[in-house]
């Protein structure tokens, strides 16, 4: 069996690593070179994608955001798992909605706003405050904006319509205005689907997020009620899409209710932890589903947390001491705020992951692993 | 941290899938064609020993039957973990036996034999029946005889004279006769010592041989009392070695006591079902002793087994459907009895594991899983 992965990132390189036990064959497409390469010695190259895609059975994605001209190669191929109206959904906001919309599931009250007008007509039905979300490229907190007060509103749309003008996109871009969710918690949950419609979900994922971006995960299998309200969702949303593979989506907590805040049609960062927590992790089961091998069980093996490593390329050994600690680097270079690697924790139960993570955390640099710290002591 | 591994076979495979998330670049030294090459993808090469050498900062092993010549250039470096003593103490039984002795470790009463005269000896000091087994390049059954009766004697030591006479090896041929232990089951152990001595060993692994070469092992978590010997005997012959890396020892039980049958200076075949049922599994922690990490914990997870899928490239998919069954080819071509891959099975506890591990095996062709089912069903 041999696979492509389109992006050629961390997550392509830990599809790799979880494929090779079952002598699955993995390259991966460098959209930046528009180079077919081998994820885990990305110096060694394949050629272009018309190789990559005559080498592969399957093709899948490690990201959202690419261009509609490569995916609709891939597609026209027919071996492209997800298809690439799940990939394009997954990277654009409008499509999102409408999905979540037509798949009955429950998110944030919102306009899509590309004009003047829109946005004049967006403030008059909704109630502050708002958040407004890039529709296209938009993740890890980069092209958006809060609307707290009515008087920001002016400035705001200037912002707002400059980065909409500046797009060159051919899908053009507008934001999503939404009523920003007074949320609890965020949540996660990662789940699979096979080419048979057969679902499988994950353990919930509690996240915390520092500078936008997701620093700490922790799934301990609790929450029964959140749980069964996230697997619904997740079926509607992966069978409205005929979906194939590893699909992630976001929550926001209110209360006892979950609204679907954003979904990642891919392995997703919040599902890291099911590397050392889950019967079989994301990175396997997404490639067992694009290879149409029976899917793995998602059950929690033992509760564990993750911690991101972001724009540091060293840790303390030391932490290496404690029990169920494990380092996962991606092997890429240093640069400020990019995913370097994540550090895994886990315990028999949720009073000892908490006590091993309080361990960890104590020995990392404040400075490098920013909030991490005090997230960490207020868990219970 | 660069790791020049000698040996490019399956161990060195799995050595490199645990180094990868380290960040510990792993390149193995194939002592057939006499290239370093991609222990992950064999056909990329990166020239020849004195290469290798130079790249690494540390140089381990996958197998123990090394030219000596390769081990002492290797040593020479500095750079060699475990000594080149501890491996070639792996590859000859006569050192092995002096080890356990001087070491104070209970093993197999034996002599050691080259000539006729040493062959009559031997028969007038030990009890039948006796099992001959070669001191040099002897593992998986071969270079073994059996001698129960007497009147075998000639024609066993005409073909042991003949093998002693062929090889050609500069350490010379010999055999070592050991009384044969009536033993109720073969078990092993797998641990790790660091540079600064600290030692781990994990659960003690019930074996099942077929034909000579493992088929299934098995580790529960039973047996404190045979825990705690194997144990102490890991840490003597551990420590008289200084040895560094992961270390196996096989021992026959007979009742509530363990003889040490053989060792093994490296990560072993019986600890493969560390990968899915131990905090840190034995590749990583061979890797973080030969890097200078801090060891992991060896504590179990849960209840898992392994079974060896040997001269086949195939087995049914359906396998994966079972909950916690983890495939693990080696990307090996087919050949007779080679080992091609392994499959893991866990349980929550021991009874959940039996049941798995049952209809697993119930879902293997006899034809290639011989004595496999039969081992299984009598589990308790």
Partial sequence: MK????????LARMMALASKPLNIEVRAYDVGSDQVV???????????????????????????????EVLDRCEDSGKLFPSSQSIKTGGDRRLEKSLLEQANVKNATHHVVATKAEFD????????????????????GKGQWRLKDIS?????????????????SAQQQAVVI?????????????????????????????????????????????????????SEAFDKIANALDYVGVLAIEFFQVGESLLVNE?????????????QGADTCQFENHMRAVSQ???????????????????????PNSILSIPSVTMHWYGKSKRAGRKMGHINVSGSDRVELLQRLQQVVSLLPENDFPEVNDYVSQLK
């Fill in 3 to 10: 696979v492509l992965v389109l992006g050629a990132g961390q």
């Fill in 293 to 315: 091998l029976p899917l793995g069980s998602t059950a929690l093996v033992r509760p564990t947390a993750m911690i991101n490593v972001l724009g540091t390329d060293s840790v």
């Fill in 178 to 230: 939404e009523q920003m969710v007074p949320f609890d918690r965020e949540v996660s949950m990662v789940g699979v689907r096979d080419k048979n419609g057969e679902t499988k979900s994950y353990p919930l994922t509690e996240n915390h997020h520092t500078n936008g971006v997701l620093s700490v995960s922790l799934a301990t299998g609790a929450h029964a009620n959140l749980q069964a309200q996230a």
């Fill in 38 to 68: 081998d994820p885990l010695s990305p110096s060694v190259t394949f050629g272009d994608l018309d190789a990559g895609i005559a080498f592969a059975d399957s093709i899948t994605a490690e990201f959202e955001h690419i261009s509609h």
């Fill in 263 to 275: 979904i990642a049609p891919r392995v997703h960062n919040s599902g890291h932890w099911t590397q």
């Fill in 152 to 168: 920001q509103a002016d400035a705001i749309w200037k912002e707002v319509d400059t980065f909409i003008k500046e797009d060159t």
């Fill in 121 to 140: 007509n967006a403030l008059k039905h909704l109630k502050l405050p708002l958040i407004l979300k890039s529709a296209l490229a938009g993740y890890d």
